[in-house]
């Protein structure tokens, strides 16, 4: 009896956490549009304009090009499938939750790819060039920050001693790990790769449908309706996955780890909502800061990400003293 | 009662004879397959009777299977010769009294490649190589056409020089063993020489060696000694082609290995094992090289037997029981394999008329059967498996590695390189379209497949006596 | 006993062979050949799967055959049993599929001998226990393969790769011969037993190494080895491809593991730096020159060259643990390699197959002439996106899975006591990474460019379904493909005798974690469950369409394009094949392509159509093989003038060797 | 007799071989290279005779025979008709000059002494000295063959070397007859495929020389 309480306890852990990402994310997104109005003087959208748009695209009818296939209808669930159950995996308020273990930090990452991968090729159903320019510029995208982020989990894991989230974030949180140049390299390439993978400037802008520049709006051009609410929802959430991470990995503190009682997971509530809340600050602060870049520039960018995780593993050697 | 050892002998003389008597082209290519089928039924009859030895006329483990391998690969060429010359008859290159000259000398030759396996006086090999030299000289311009009669001549001079060359390292191991023997015929018998080697004098010995080598090693055909060779192939008749590749080139080289033996008796001769390997292994790769540039398809081959050449003194130069047991092997299923490539070759330049590469094409549309022959036996003669000319580069390589790496790089580049021309060429001639006339091939494709089917056998499994033979043999090479 | 069955199915391959030339004269053959060799392959199947889950002891079977005092020594290990489970199961499902497919052949006399005989090749490398009946076998392999590389002579093209792969597979083999040579020392001990039980020293031990490497490498698909597959694998019938890159790339890896790690015994640390710098290489490289590819045949070989590094990734990661005594990483990265094995003979079987349909019906192989098959393919398109996704490494799906586990044994890596080794790992990761990533950009192309879209040519508006056979044999290995994703546990289970009797260790056993997940090292470590991922998956995926179907609208309206607002109703305005790797050409065509663009564009108020012409070369045609070609024909017309002396000329050569000779004899006194 | 008087007049005979090879060498009209080869081929069988004389052995005689009628009379004789009637009478051109050709015929006539000299004492001094001879003219016959490009002086050349071989062979104490009737058996037929082929030659190219049988050398037409 006791042991089916404890399961079911742990369920509903899991299922506050799944439907804690889907809630928090349109308002990050809010959040992020209002500060970037702020900034640039104008006064935005309300906080809540992208529940309101959410809403609004799934009660629209779908509009499909004569010859979209099953795929082209598929891909969105598909989508926000996987970036819906990566972020729900990813360690938010409390670590160690039910099915935390079914997947670690590379496998997260591979689901993101997943749902990339479905995404670009509904982008080339259609047949059109905007589809196919905005897939082919997202894999390029994504082949140059895979080995980047592939090294940022590598020192993280070296740290740590484990791929699996909940183990890092208790590590961190309890040993006294200290201040390593190593982290904050991989901090900064982590960034640098959330910032890619997350299509904002200075790789892709968001708000554009500038032809020549844009990436992920290309891709999803011809969709509409609930299938775009489905990929808007997606991206939503992905911009939330990669907060988490970035708060999972680099600032666990008011977690709740071993101790899981109420407190402690109200502590660990609040702490990640003012960790998303400060990230969601910092993105459009970041992004008014810069230009958006060329094309043929972001193998730099991304090399820069690739250099600085590089070195945040050779450095690990240096300090740790393998 | 004739012995077996009698009759390879008389009855190739007998043949001769007759042969040259008879004017009828067909009756005689039917008494040469008559006399050729004879002596290779005397020659496997060796098998059944006791070892013999005089000091004139030996058989022992290292003659008693080239004897038969000898005698059956001219029976088979005769069967093969039979039907081809009908044709070469009807296309005017010969006519009926050369026919009967062709005969003749196919038999005289024969008989004296026996002689000279079935010596053991010194003296009497050298005679026996020499008269089947001649007896080739004289098939190889047959055709008498200015590029046939350039190619016997070049043969014939090269030849000359290697005969006298022979002859003088014969006189001087005869010089060195008769302080030893005593003057006479025992200090000419082989068997008796290797017994009194380790007293003879070194320095006049190795002195020998070095003509011989440079003497039967011109009939071997090895680079720098080759030069009659590729000619010499080319332009005579195919079954001489054949026979001159499968066999005689064999039968110097026995001589040759004869010597060897002797050497390899007394330790304190010059190291001739060094010299065989670098001969060998010059006349590998540049054969390999000259395989590229080849446009005439007997050519062709007849560079792939320099090659072979140079494989085998090597094998026999790296010595060892490995080593020599591959050389054996080799030589055995060179002959096999590169008579019966000539066999094709001679089909395809009898249905397309021509012997030109370039003509050549599309074989495999055009001719399955015969594309299907001819890859065999090219895949066969490359050294590739499950053929037998495999088995013995296997072990050649792998042992020469262990033992001398950079030999056996040196082997193993100039195996590639052959190989590469091979192929190259081999798959021109078998794929894209055809060319040239599609005729029917006239003449028996029996002993084609018949020797391949032996190469492949020896690739999957070998004959124990062979084996034993072999490797006695390979006990005596040193 | 089932060394013995395996031995049988031999023969009856062969039997199969010999009758092939027979039948190969009646449209019927076509589908008794291929049913007989199914059927064979099926029984060897079992025989293997039999021999491995019941975890029998090797057997040995020694024939009067081979090499005269060694005789054919044939043994049957879990090693060879996993192999086998391969090969047979690539050959049947390549069985099965060409009894449909095959009924095109046209030139059957040049298929159906061969076939067989090279599935009887295939069988007889892995159970081979002495070098030379390995050797036989390993050549006779190439041999039938080389003929049915040939099956469409015509095409100049194919003569080529019919040339290139005879030529590098013979090489390979010389060079598997030499490492043969060195273990069995110059006493010839030919057989596998009399080489376990003698151990070289180091340097003979890395020499080996190195000859296998290049030896089987060569085979498998190793830069710069690799040239001759790109060329082979698309020349020949689609299900002969699919053996070749499924199944003879996994062969020449048992030679390489069964060298290796079976009979040189331990490995020298800085030999796996080798093995892991080649292999990390091999799969950037390898899958770079995919994206480069317009035809579709070429692309999936070019692919396999990837997937053979990322394999050789995870066999140099054991090597290095194993160097160091650390047996549960080495057995770990082991396990990663032979499951990638299994999963690539899946995957890359099923997309040869795909790409065989698509040949079929378009007659195309071309990517540019296709477009839009989805909706007239739809079953091939559907299990053809299987193996996309499985190849992309792509959870839930089995690529991923072995990759995963491939990524865990680096990240053991840095435990190593090497500096070497230590640098090394992370950059293979990182690599590993990078070419898992182009591999989903590739894949995308692939499918995007082939299936998706508007059709480009008449070609691919008329393709029609293929036939059931085909779609069986498709169905087969994607199925294959899932449960291997979702099921993993069960494969590496299976593959525990086989880890166990090579590095001494094995995985943990997987069979009974909960829920089906898998635990490389320990679950505080990391952990992995394709079953939970792929049900939270469709629960998630299902709930939202669940929900907004029912909540909000299902409406649905078809319509035009709307492209921004241009739309173009030209074909050619689709993103092309070559236009979506554009951008990956550019960023790596500096350094790893020798991209020559050419634009011609037509000054304006000129009429002419503007050309645009991209050129990619391998660069190991450029600096490898090509000057090679020309050196050895330059040597070849050097040495040439030989041929055209005076007899003069050629009396002084003999003359001169004789006084060399003599001169040597008078200096030996 | 006495031992060294015997050993004395071989050596004389034997030496005035080779200096008739060097004559040969050295010879560049064409009649006066067969004169020369008739006096080597006398200096042969007078040695051989000698030979058959201090050996006791009559066989030898024979050879001598062989050697004087055939190489000393009928050979010179028939050579000198088939040159008279090809009408090539007149002066040889040399491939290389005289000069270098002679300093290569030193150098051998030393290479010959310092092969055989040190063989052990095994072998007696006449026969070692014998051989050394006999090595040195079978060379220079060699270097002649390769220095001429006249067919007719190229068979002259051959014969040369033969005659260092009959040299040797009679040195060799006690060597049975039966290769003596094969050297004579095989310069026999030596001599008639030769004249087979210089009358084919002729036939066919109105000239022996060699070199201009060369251009039909089966693969030349298609060179590069």
Request: hydrophobic share 60%; proline share 4%.
């Amino acid at each position: 009896m006791a042991m089916t309480f404890h399961i079911a306890l742990e369920l509903i852990g899991q299922a506050i956490q799944m439907l804690l990402v889907l809630a928090v994310a349109p308002l990050v997104l809010g959040i992020t549009r209002k500060v970037k109005a702020r900034l640039l003087r104008r006064i935005g959208p309300p906080l809540w304009q992208p529940y309101i748009d959410l809403w609004k695209l799934m009660h629209k009818e779908a509009v499909l090009a004569h010859n979209a296939s099953w795929l082209y209808r598929a891909a969105p669930y598909l989508v926000f499938a996987t970036t819906w159950v990566g972020a729900a995996l990813v360690p938010t308020y409390a670590t160690s939750l039910m099915f935390s273990w079914s997947a670690d930090i590379i496998a997260i990452v591979a689901l993101l790819a997943t749902g990339r991968f479905a995404l670009a090729l509904a982008g080339m159903d259609v047949g059109t060039a905007f589809g196919g320019i905005g897939s082919s510029r997202e894999m390029m995208i994504a082949s140059l920050a895979e080995p980047a982020m592939l090294l940022v989990v590598f020192s993280v894991a070296l740290i740590a001693g484990t791929t699996q989230l909940s183990t890092i974030a208790e590590t961190f949180v309890h040993a006294s790990i200290g201040l390593r140049v190593s982290l904050g390299l991989a901090m900064f390439a982590f960034v640098f790769v959330a910032i890619a993978e997350n299509a904002r400037i200075p790789i892709d802008n968001p708000a554009t449908h500038l032809e020549l520049t844009m990436v992920h709006e290309a891709m999803v051009l011809e969709y509409s309706g609930r299938h775009l609410a489905m990929i808007e929802a997606a991206a939503a959430l992905k911009l939330v996955l990669y907060f988490s991470l970035l708060a999972c990995l680099f600032v666990p503190f008011g977690m709740a780890t071993t101790d899981k009682g109420l407190a402690a997971l109200a502590i660990g509530f609040g702490s990640y909502l003012a960790k998303v809340f400060v990230l969601a600050v910092l993105l459009p602060v970041g992004e008014t800061a810069v230009a958006k870049m060329r094309v043929f520039r972001y193998p730099i960018f991304l090399g820069g990400a690739f250099a600085a995780s590089a070195l945040a593993v050779f450095l690990l050697f240096v300090s740790r003293g393998f | 009662m004739i012995s077996p050892l009698h009759a390879i002998l008389l009855i190739p003389a007998i043949a001769v004879v007759v042969l040259a008597l008879i004017p009828g082209y067909r009756i005689g290519a039917i008494l040469n397959m008559l006399a050729s089928g004879l002596t290779f039924m005397a020659g496997v009859a060796l098998l059944v009777v006791p070892r013999y030895r005089s000091d004139v006329l030996i058989i022992d483990d290292f003659n008693i299977y080239l004897v038969i391998l000898t005698t059956f690969v001219a029976f088979t060429t005769s069967i093969f010769s039979a039907s081809y010359i009908g044709h070469e008859l009807e296309t005017g290159r010969l006519t009926p009294t050369f026919l009967r000259f062709y005969h003749a000398l196919y038999q005289a030759m024969i008989g004296a490649m026996n002689v000279a396996l079935v010596a053991n006086n010194i003296g009497l090999l050298w005679v026996g190589v020499e008269v089947a030299t001649l007896s080739t000289v004289m098939m190889v311009g047959i055709y008498r056409t200015p590029a046939a009669v350039e190619a016997a001549w070049k043969y014939f001079i090269l030849g000359s020089v290697g005969i006298a060359l022979a002859f003088f390292g014969t006189i001087l191991v005869y010089l060195v063993a008769q302080e030893v023997l005593g003057e006479g015929l025992q200090a000419m018998a082989w068997d008796l020489m290797v017994q009194a080697s380790p007293k003879f004098d070194p320095k006049l010995l190795s002195l020998a060696f070095v003509f011989l080598l440079v003497g039967y090693g011109t009939k071997v055909g090895l680079a720098p000694f080759h030069a009659w060779l590729p000619d010499a192939h080319s332009e005579g008749p195919t079954p001489i082609s054949a026979v001159l590749s499968g066999l005689l080139l064999n039968v110097a080289l026995y001589a040759l290995l004869r010597f060897k033996i002797i050497l390899a008796a007394n330790p304190a001769t010059l190291n001739v094992g060094l010299i065989m390997v670098v001969l060998g292994l010059i006349s590998l790769v540049f054969a390999a090289f000259m395989l590229y540039r080849r446009r005439d398809i007997k050519r062709l081959f007849a560079y792939s037997s320099i090659e072979h050449m140079g494989i085998i003194t090597f094998a026999f130069g790296m010595g060892g029981p490995l080593a020599n047991f591959a050389g054996l092997l080799h030589m055995t299923m060179h002959s096999l394999t590169k008579s019966a490539i000539f066999f094709a070759v001679g089909h395809i330049a009898q249905v397309k008329g021509t012997q030109r590469l370039a003509d050549i094409k599309g074989l495999s549309t055009s001719h399955p059967v015969l594309a299907v022959g001819l890859a065999l036996g090219v895949i066969a003669i490359a050294g590739l498996p499950p053929f037998g000319v495999f088995t013995s580069e296997f072990m050649l390589v792998s042992s020469s590695f262990a033992r001398q790496p950079w030999l056996a790089v040196v082997l193993v580049f100039g195996l590639i390189v052959a190989f590469g021309a091979l192929i190259l060429r081999l798959q021109d001639v078998l794929f894209g379209e055809a060319s040239g006339p599609a005729g029917e091939v006239k003449a028996t494709y029996v002993p084609l497949f018949l020797h391949l089917a032996l190469v492949l056998m020896a690739g999957l499994w070998l004959p124990e006596p062979v084996v034993r033979w072999f490797r006695a043999v390979a006990a005596q090479l040193g | 006993m089932s060394a013995c069955i395996g031995l049988w199915c031999v023969a009856g391959l062969l039997g199969i062979a010999a009758a092939g030339i027979v039948a190969g004269r009646w449209a019927v053959g076509t589908t008794l050949i291929y049913g007989a060799s199914l059927v064979a392959s099926l029984v060897g199947l079992a025989a293997a799967l039999w021999h491995l889950l019941a975890g029998a002891a090797p057997e040995t079977l020694s024939l009067a055959l081979g090499l005269p005092g060694i005789g054919a020594i044939f043994r049957l290990d879990a090693l060879a049993a996993f192999f086998l489970i391969v090969a047979n199961l690539g050959g049947a499902v390549a069985s099965l599929y060409a009894i449909g497919y095959g009924r095109h052949d046209t030139a059957r006399l040049r298929v159906l001998p061969y076939f067989p005989a090279y599935l009887a090749g295939m069988n007889l490398v892995v159970l081979a226990d002495d070098a030379f009946s390995f050797l036989v076998a390993w050549e006779f392999m190439s041999l039938s393969s080389w003929a049915l590389v040939m099956a469409n002579h015509r095409a100049p093209e194919n003569a080529r790769a019919g040339y290139v792969y005879l030529v590098m597979a013979t090489c390979g083999t010389l060079a598997l011969l030499l490492a043969f040579g060195l273990l069995a020392g110059p006493d010839g001990g030919y057989g596998f037993a009399a080489m376990r039980a003698h151990h070289p020293d180091t340097f003979t031990g890395a020499l080996v190494l190195l000859l296998a490497l290049a030896g089987a490498g060569s085979k498998a698909g190793l830069v710069p080895l690799h040239v001759w597959l790109p060329l082979a694998h698309p020349a020949a019938p689609s299900h002969v491809s699919a053996l070749m890159s499924g199944v003879m790339t996994k062969i020449a890896i048992y030679g390489f593991i069964r060298i290796v790690f079976d009979l040189v015994g331990e490995p020298v640390w800085w030999s796996s730096l080798i093995v892991l710098a080649v292999a990390a290489i091999t799969a950037v490289v390898g899958i770079l020159y995919a994206l480069m590819q317009n035809d579709l045949k070429r692309l999936l070989a070019y692919s396999t060259v990837e997937n053979v590094g990322i394999i050789f990734i995870g066999l140099g990661l054991a090597l290095a643990f194993r160097a160091s005594h650390m047996d549960l990483p080495a057995a770990l990265a082991l396990t990663a390699a032979l499951f990638h094995v299994f999963n690539h003979s899946l995957f890359k079987s099923l997309l040869f197959f795909g790409a065989g349909a698509v040949l079929t019906s378009t007659g195309e192989r071309n990517m540019e002439h296709l477009g839009g098959l989805i909706h007239r393919m739809p079953k091939t398109a559907a299990l053809f996106l299987v193996g996309c996704a499985s190849i992309s490494a792509l959870p839930p799906l089995n690529g991923f899975v072995s990759e995963w586990l491939t990524f865990q044994a680096i990240l053991v890596g840095p435990g190593l006591p090497q500096w070497g080794l230590r640098f090394m790992i992370p950059t293979v990761g990182a690599l590993l990474a990078l070419s898992a990533a182009l591999a989903a950009a590739c894949f995308v192309k692939a499918y995007g460019v082939a299936f998706l879209g508007r059709p480009r040519t008449p070609q691919a508006e008329g393709a029609q379904e293929v036939d059931r056979f085909s779609l069986a044999a498709m169905f087969i290995l994607a199925g294959l493909c899932f449960i291997a994703g979702v099921l993993p546990g069960l494969f590496i289970d299976m593959l525990g005798p086989v880890v166990k009797d090579i590095v001494g260790a094995r995985m943990p056993v997987q069979t009974f974690l909960p829920w089906a997940s898998i635990v490389p090292i320990a679950e505080t470590r990391s952990s992995y469950n394709g079953l939970l991922i792929l049900l939270f998956l469709a629960v998630s995926g299902t709930l939202a369409a669940m929900f907004i179907h029912r909540y909000a609208t299902r409406a649905t309206r078809r319509s035009d394009i709307w492209d921004c607002g241009y739309p173009d109703p030209s074909v050619a305005a689709q993103y092309s094949s070559s236009s979506f790797a554009m951008p990956i050409r550019r960023v790596f065509g500096s350094t790893v392509f020798m991209v020559r663009e050419t634009v011609d564009m037509p000054r304006p108020g000129e009429m002419r159509a503007a050309h645009f012409h991209v050129k990619v070369l391998d660069p190991a045609w450029r600096y490898v093989y090509g000057p090679l070609a020309r050196a050895v024909m330059r040597t070849a017309v050097t040495f040439n003038q030989l041929q055209f002396l005076t007899i003069r000329s050629y009396l002084t050569l003999v003359f001169a060797t004789l006084v060399l000779l003599l001169l040597v004899v008078a200096a030996w006194r | 007799m006495t031992q060294s008087f015997g050993f004395d007049v071989a050596h004389l005979l034997a030496g005035s071989m080779l200096v008739l090879s060097f004559v040969l060498l050295y010879q560049d009209r064409i009649t006066a290279v067969l004169n020369v080869f008739a006096l080597q081929a006398i200096a042969l069988s007078l040695s051989v005779a000698w030979q058959a004389l201090i050996q006791d052995s009559p066989h030898l005689l024979v050879t001598a025979g062989i050697a004087l009628v055939v190489k000393g009379i009928v050979i010179p004789t028939a050579l000198h008709r088939i040159v008279r009637r090809l009408g090539i009478h007149r002066e040889i051109e040399d491939v290389i000059s005289a000069g270098p050709t002679m300093l290569t015929g030193l150098g051998l006539v030393a290479l010959s002494i310092l092969l055989v000299m040190p063989v052990g004492e095994t072998v007696s001094v006449l026969v070692r000295e014998d051989l050394a001879f006999a090595l040195a003219v079978i060379l220079l016959g060699l270097l002649m063959m390769i220095t001429r490009r006249n067919a007719v002086t190229q068979i002259v050349g051959f014969m040369s070397l033969e005659n260092g071989l009959v040299l040797a062979a009679t040195g060799a104490k006690g060597m049975p007859l039966v290769v003596e009737f094969s050297v004579a058996f095989s310069i026999l037929i030596a001599f008639i495929v030769f004249g087979v082929f210089v009358f084919r030659i002729r036939e066919r190219f109105d000239t022996v020389d060699v070199s201009a049988l060369d251009q039909f050398r089966g693969e030349r037409g298609e060179r590069g």
